[in-house]
Every structure is written in C-alpha cells, then in structure tokens.
C-alpha cells in the first residue's frame, strides 16, 4: 500500500553537492520517520540521516556538518542535500519510511527501489 521513490542521484566530482528526494505514495494512516541509507558494494546497508514529522534529525557521524535532512509531512516527502562529497559517500542510497498503514497497528519499513550516487576523486 506503500511506495517510496527515489531520484537525484548521479555522479559527481569530489566537494561537489547533490539532492536526493524520495516521495512517498499509496494508501497509509500516518509516516511517522523517513531516512536515508545508503550500501557501498561489499557493504553493509548503513544510516545516512533519519528526521521524524516532528522535525528531529540524526547523522551518521561521517556526513554530520555535510549532509542536511528535510522533510514536507504534508508532501510525504524527504530530501537529502549533500554538499563536500567525498568519494567515500560513493554508494546507492535508498529511501526509508516508518509507516503507519492503519491507525490500529504497528508500524511497518518501507524501502525505495535506490539510487546511485558516485562520486570522483
């Protein structure tokens, strides 16, 4: 009943900037967080940035000061803007949402279909 999309990704020369912006779609009763992950190849999955309907953001601690989350509850939407990009942030990001389908159950993960961000040296 949920779908999250993704765009803004592309490549990028170091100290460059980028925005990412994920909409959310379908039928839900309320999101209450959306983020940013992201997965370098032969990595893990890791958190980039998280904001709730509330306006409380937290940062990974190696975009912290790069990297800002906003959110329009309204929009159901999430940008992520990333300046001084190193070729570390070099991975395929993906697009995060705490939903709330119904008001009478528990929250549920929904994850975009990801986009790639590479950045140069």
């Known amino acids: 009943q949920v779908q999250l999309v993704e765009s803004g990704g592309g490549l990028v020369q170091a100290r460059g900037s980028l925005r990412l912006s994920c909409a959310a779609s379908?039928?839900?009763?309320?999101?209450?967080?959306m983020g940013w992950y992201r997965q370098a190849p032969g990595k893990q999955r890791e958190l980039v940035a998280t904001?709730?309907?509330?306006?409380?953001?937290n940062y990974a601690d190696s975009v912290k000061g790069r990297f800002t989350i906003s959110r329009d509850n309204a929009k159901n939407s999430v940008w992520l803007q990333m300046n001084s990009l190193k070729p570390e942030d070099t991975a395929v990001y993906y697009c995060?949402?705490?939903?709330?389908?119904?008001?009478?159950?528990?929250?549920?993960?929904?994850w975009g279909q990801g986009t790639q961000v590479t950045v140069s040296s």
């Open positions: 995060n949402a705490g939903v709330e389908v119904t008001a009478f159950t528990r929250a549920r993960d929904y």
């Open positions: 904001i709730t309907s509330k306006g409380e953001t």
């Open positions: 379908g039928s839900f009763f309320n999101i209450y967080a």
